[in-house]
């Protein structure tokens, strides 16, 4: 039984005492009764003078926890001591007196019994509701620990882990200065450990790997033995001091003594609760109490089942994600090679308007808005009513708005899960409608959305992502359960738009490797050229490689332009397979297209860009022109003014000699533009080589044949008679 007891003067003492129930006889009897008999019957011993010693020697503990004039001894019981007692559901109440109770004082104690049942089942309602309460807030808290831990993908992301661990002690008011989480790498002799933010020092979490030997004997130790904790204390500052510093060196910087610089700690206990991989941890300045203790045991736990499920996956998540980018890339690069904007999205923006539609969220219309903090506007863009697919856009300025402004900055300091809602009164509407007419005016008649439809106000609620808003528009506030879906999508919706901003980063650099392969084959066959003749095979890797890259020329030229004689020499080529030595002396005015580009380029700086346009009706001409060409292309390899019923377009590079480019039936795009100004200023490098080259064979050629005249010379000069002629012809 527990036993509480006041003392003489009536006063609250805290102190209870648990009692071998068969100590008494008296005692086991009635408690037999008590089980027994749910009588209310007022029961009444009596301890004779002999036994009083004993019974106060049984409940010694509670009296010696009571201040002295307090406690009841023999001096109080002369003739021995009555204890009166009152029945209830729960034990007996009563009092201890010198004589026997009066009726009164029974019925008196009585109705006390039956007042305190009723209260105390009361309180142990109470207590057991807030038992019940305090379990769903800990299994609440479990389940976000458990959510961080099953959404991650590679270890780095216990950062956030930590910091979710970090979030449900302080919400469960376990009292901790900070948290950890560790996993342990024995084997490689470090210990991984994220540390949660720690208020007023330390906004973000902190990664260490920490050798292992500093927890050997302490957190290790125990999680080697089994053992569910492991228990740290520093009682002196200097202790603490000192672990800190041991700490720093071990990390490299002064992160630990940061902490102890501004809390002072003269007293630090660690409690590490132990798991399958390492352990979770808090630290105080006070002992860990039960209920921390086992909390922080269920929270280990958790964690255990969850990284042990992240470590299964990691490997096949390793394999299936790497055929899921892939696979992601092949989809998109369609779509996406020819992205200029952000805006051409419009097909994966489609599918997660179309999805907030299919979980219910009853929006007016749905918004997505890109953020360009440098030019501080940003791209909005939206939906019709009743789920209507028209993607209209419209570039605002940030400040057309005060909520905007407060939205940006809102954007700027907020992680990528944070809502935002925004308010807008009925008399706001109208200035609203007019900022954004340009894409409400833009919506299909029978889907437009007018300020009259919102008679209590707009409200719009907007999820933050890495690169702006996804949001919903409402007549009336979301709520919960639609706030969280949005904060999913906008979240999904950052992780789509940075997988395109990668995707179309990878494609660039695919496209330069590419690009760079072609320009390294067009290089080795300049580099192999031994004379002018072989420029119709550079032609011809050329016409190849812009094939390869996409460009698809009807023809690829070569101009050399001789600027003493006002002509150039025009080499083409219309394919690959091509070797066909074809050149034409051209003289510069022959066409004002052709006189205009030969001004362009000597006044032009290297590797400009050039281009002629010629309409339908002056290629008849052009080919006349070029008849000495034309004429010279094998047969299955010719080309006619007819195969161009929308014009020829000349785009050609500027090198040193001349012009390098590629004909087509229509209009080179800006990147075809960029890759033949390239290709034109490798050749022009190339071919200024191959002068050098020929001149320095010339040289060499020339210096050979100065040495064969000279000793010719000295045989000519010793001649005395005519005899002296047969050596002159033999060196000759």
Known sequence: LTYRASGKSGKRRPTKQDIDIDSVEAWSNLYNKWIN????????????????????????????AMPKKDRMTTKDFPEGGYST????????????????????????????CTEFGRVYQRFLDIQKAEDQAREAQIEAALERVRSASMAMHKTEDLADVVVVYFEQLNDLQVKFIQSWITIFHLDEGFVDVWFSPLDGIYDSPTHFKMPSILFEETSIKSWKEGLPFSYISFSTKEAVDQFFQVCDDATGGNYFRNIQKKLKLEQFEMLDANHKYGCISKSNTMKVTDEEKDILQRFAKVFEQTYTRFLDLQKAEAQTREAQIEASLERIRA?????????????????????LDGLGVKTAWTHLTLIDLEKNTFTYRMTGREGKRVEVEQVVAIDASDVWIHAAETFKSENPDAITRLEFKPNDLPKLWDIFDGIFSSLPEGYQIFPEDFPDGLFATQANCKFGYLGINQPRKATEEEEKILGRFGNEFGRLYQRYLDIEKAQHQ??????????????????????????????????????????NPALTHLTLFDEENDTFSLRITT??????????IIDVDEIEAWRNSYHNWKRSELHALDCIDYPPEQLPDLWEVLDEVMS????????????????????????????????????????????????????????????????AEEQAREAQIESALERVR??????????DFSRVTTEM
């Open 714 to 723: 000295s045989q000519s000069m010793g001649m005395q008679t005519s005899d």
């Open 632 to 695: 010279a292309l094998p047969k299955k390899h010719k080309i006619y003014p007819e195969d161009f019923p929308n014009g020829l377009y000349t785009t050609q590079g500027h090198c040193k000699f001349g012009y390098l480019g590629f004909n087509s039936g229509q209009r080179a795009t800006e990147e075809e533009k960029d890759i033949v100004v390239r290709f034109a200023k490798e050749f022009g490098r190339l071919y200024q080589r191959f002068l050098d080259l020929q001149k």
């Open 575 to 584: 394919s690959g397979k091509n070797k066909v030595i074809a050149e034409q």
């Open 335 to 355: 779509k996406s090679m020819a992205m200029h904007h952000p805006s051409e999205l419009s097909e994966v923006l489609t599918v997660m308007f179309e999805q």
């Open 37 to 64: 008999d749910s009588s209310d019957d007022i029961e009444v011993i009596f301890y004779p003078k002999e036994i009083v010693p004993d019974i106060l020697n049984l409940l010694k503990d509670t009296f010696l």
């Open 510 to 551: 695919a496209r330069e490797a590419q690009i760079e392969v072609s320009l390294e084959r067009v290089r080795a066959k300049s580099m192999a050229m031994h004379n002018t003749d072989e420029l119709t095979d550079v032609l011809g890797v050329l016409f190849d490689q812009f094939e390869i890259l996409g460009i």
């Open 85 to 112: 007692l009152g029945y209830t559901p729960f034990g007996y109440l009563g009092y201890d007196h010198t004589r026997p109770p009066t009726e009164e004082e029974k019925d008196i104690l009585k109705r006390i």
